[in-house]
C-alpha cells in the first residue's frame, strides 16, 4: 500500500489496543503501543532509501528482504527495545505484541497489491502479489478517514476501527470475488489463455490485465467484467544471442528480468551500436507502457548506458540514456 495508507493503519491498531481494559488505564503503555504501531506499520518500506542510491538497486530489492518472515520477526523488536528506552514505564509485552501486528498488517496488505512482496523469504524469492487492492485504494483510506471523524467526534476509537477492519474484510472478499469473475470474463474471451496478471485501478469496476497465451501477449482492460482489448505483441521468446547475453549482464536489465514476469522485448542494431529495450507489459499509461529498461552496447558488446525504471516519453528516455542518441 501507499505510504499514507500505512500511516492510517498504524493509528488505527493503536487505537485498538484501547479495547483492553489495561491499555486503556494505561496512559504510558497505550501511549507507546500507538508510537509503535504507526512506526511498525512503516518500518518494512526502509528499503524505499535504495532510491537514492539506483533505480535497479531499488526495483531488485524494494518489498524484498524488508518483508520477509525473518524481517517481520525482527522489526518489532528494534522498534520495540527503542520506544522501551524511552517510555520504560510502558508495558513491554503489550508493547511488542500490537507493534508486531503492526508490521504483519504491513506485509500482509502489500500481498494484495499488483507489485506485491517477496513475503516467504528465506524459503522462495518468489513475488507474491494477489492484485486484488490498488496501492493507493479509496474505499480503505476514506473508511481510515471517517474512523477518524468518528474518533473526534466522541466515538470509541477502539470499537470504531474494529468495526470498520470488520467491514473491510468484507471489501477484500468481495475485490476477490470481482477478480475472480474478470478472470473467468478472460477466458470466455481468449480461450487458449495460459495466465492473466491483474493490476488494480482507482476504479472500483477496472482492471489492468497482461494476458499471457500460447502465441501471443494481450494487453487489455476489463471494465465492468468487459474485455476490452488494447494491444497484442506476438510472444517471441528471448534469443541467446551474444548481443541478449551481454546486455542481461548490465544491472538495470538484471534488475528488470528479476522483477517483471511478463513483457516483450526490442533489438536494434545501429551503425556504431546496439539497442535492447525491456518493456513491461503490465503497465499501460494512454497507449505508452512506461516501466522499461533499455541499454545500449557497442559494437564490442561493451555496455555504453543503460536505464531502468518508469518513464513516459521517448525523449526522458534519450534523456536517461543521455551518451548516445538514436
Same mark, same amino acid.
Given at each position: ?68 518472515? @525473518? ?119 481468449? @480461450? ?135
Amino acid at each position: 500500500m501507499d505510504t499514507g495508507t500505512h500511516v492510517v493503519m498504524g493509528i488505527a491498531l493503536g487505537s485498538m489496543a484501547t479495547i483492553d481494559p489495561y491499555v486503556a488505564s494505561n496512559p504510558e503503555t497505550a501511549t507507546a503501543i500507538m508510537i509503535g504501531a504507526i512506526i511498525g506499520s512503516q518500518a518494512p518500506d526502509m528499503d524505499t532509501i535504495l532510491k537514492l542510491k539506483n533505480n535497479a538497486k531499488y526495483i531488485r530489492n524494494h518489498r524484498g528482504i524488508t518483508h520477509s518472515i @525473518p524481517a517481520v520477526c525482527l522489526w518489532p523488536l528494534l522498534i520495540t527495545a527503542g520506544i522501551y528506552a524511552f517510555i520504560p514505564q510502558a508495558d513491554l509485552l503489550y508493547l511488542w505484541i500490537w507493534t508486531f501486528v503492526a508490521v504483519i498488517l504491513h506485509v500482509f496488505v502489500d500481498i494484495f497489491n499488483a507489485y506485491g512482496t517477496q513475503a516467504l523469504r528465506p524459503f522462495t524469492h518468489k513475488w507474491v502479489a494477489l492484485g486484488i487492492i490498488n496501492t493507493f485504494d479509496p474505499v480503505i483510506f476514506s473508511l481510515h478517514i471517517v474512523g477518524f471523524i468518528l474518533w473526534g467526534i466522541g466515538f470509541h476509537p477502539g470499537y470504531t476501527f474494529l468495526a470498520i477492519y470488520v467491514i473491510l474484510v468484507v471489501y477484500y472478499v468481495l475485490r476477490f470475488w470481482m477478480q475472480q469473475r474478470v478472470i473467468q470474463q478472460v477466458r470466455k474471451v481468449i @480461450p487458449n489463455m495460459t495466465n492473466t496478471i491483474i493490476s488494480p485501478t482507482l476504479y472500483f469496476n477496472q482492471w489492468h490485465l497482461a494476458i499471457t497465451a500460447k502465441d501471443s501477449f494481450y494487453v487489455a482492460r476489463a471494465v465492468k467484467n468487459q474485455i476490452i482489448i488494447h494491444d497484442t505483441f506476438e510472444k517471441v521468446p528471448l534469443p541467446e544471442t551474444a548481443v541478449i547475453e551481454a546486455a542481461k549482464f548490465d544491472d538495470n536489465v538484471s534488475a528488470f528480468l528479476s522483477f517483471s514476469p511478463v513483457y516483450r522485448w526490442e533489438m536494434e542494431e545501429f551503425s556504431d551500436h546496439y539497442e535492447v529495450r525491456f518493456i513491461d507489459l503490465r503497465y499501460r499509461s494512454k497507449d505508452y507502457y512506461p516501466f522499461v529498461a533499455v541499454v545500449q552496447l557497442d559494437l564490442d558488446l561493451h555496455i555504453v548506458s543503460s536505464y531502468t525504471g518508469w518513464i513516459f516519453s521517448e525523449d526522458k528516455l534519450r534523456e536517461k540514456l543521455e551518451i548516445i542518441p538514436n
